[in-house]
């Protein structure tokens, strides 16, 4: 697997997914990894330097189109350029029924899962284009991004739209070498979805005995297919919605 030289940006790498990502850049190759989050991620950022690998962690509000503008920007100014993306920030929220959800809430969910990655992708896109193609975007939908969970209509709504996004900027861009993918984690042991499982045991039996292994899947289950779709490995790949779930899809 290659990703040689590359300069990295995570999304929502200050923990789970997207700091089991950044180290695994790092371990393979990368040469910048820039981790881009609201929540403080100097603990990804000392171990991918620790790795031998230039880090930095920039504060920013991704569904905010100027801080977006900014977050590149900045990525082009520091590094020369950004070859790969992996647009991993999200939120869960909670469960209510589709009748009483808020528009408040459901603005919020839409703002960050998914016009977050519209705009990320847009201005990485950009990027890519004027220096003359080429590059690699992961984007981080869900099983949520292909089936319906009574109690998350807003939240299954923004991962369905990651897809819809993935799968056109892949059309789109294929011919200026530029590949498109995304990933489907299943039940992952995440900071995230550890507090929105609480302290609800039966909610987190639910969740591991939907695997059929009976665990949670590790982030570093996730990251491992992020950077490879990433890598020169999968040069090929595009378009794709790469489905992580330990076989969950098949117990159903």
Not at 91 to 102: A, K, R, V
Not at 123 to 138: C, F, K, P, S
Request: aromatic content about 4%.
């Amino acid at each position: 697997m290659s990703v040689d030289g590359a300069v990295v940006l995570v999304t929502g790498g200050a923990g789970g997914i997207g700091a089991a990502a950044a180290r695994m850049f790092a371990r393979d190759g990368a040469e910048t990894v820039v981790i881009a989050d609201v929540k403080d991620a100097s603990e990804t950022v000392a171990a991918v330097q620790a790795a031998g690998v230039t880090a930095e962690w920039i504060d920013a509000d991704l569904a905010e189109e100027d801080l977006v503008v900014d977050l590149i920007a900045r990525i082009v100014a520091d590094h020369g350029r950004l070859d790969t993306a992996f647009n991993n920030a999200g939120i869960t929220g909670h469960m209510t029924t589709f009748h009483e959800l808020d528009k408040a809430t459901w603005d919020r969910m839409i703002a960050v899962n998914l016009t977050s990655v519209f705009l990320c992708m847009k201005h990485e896109l950009a990027h890519m284009v004027e220096r003359g193609g080429g590059g690699a975007i992961v984007n981080t939908s869900s099983g949520a991004g292909v089936f319906g969970f009574a109690g998350l209509p807003h939240y299954v709504a923004a991962k369905h739209g990651v897809l819809g996004l993935t799968r056109t900027a892949a059309s789109e861009y294929a011919s200026q070498g530029i590949r498109v993918n995304a990933v489907l984690p299943g039940p992952t042991e995440t900071p995230m979805l550890l507090s929105f499982m609480g302290e609800d045991d039966g909610l987190r039996q639910l969740m591991a005995s939907s695997v059929p292994s009976g665990e949670l899947l590790q982030p570093e289950d996730i990251a491992e297919a992020v950077v490879w779709l990433a890598s020169d490995k999968a040069r090929q790949v595009s378009g794709q919605a790469h489905m992580i779930d330990g076989g969950s899809i098949h117990s159903r």
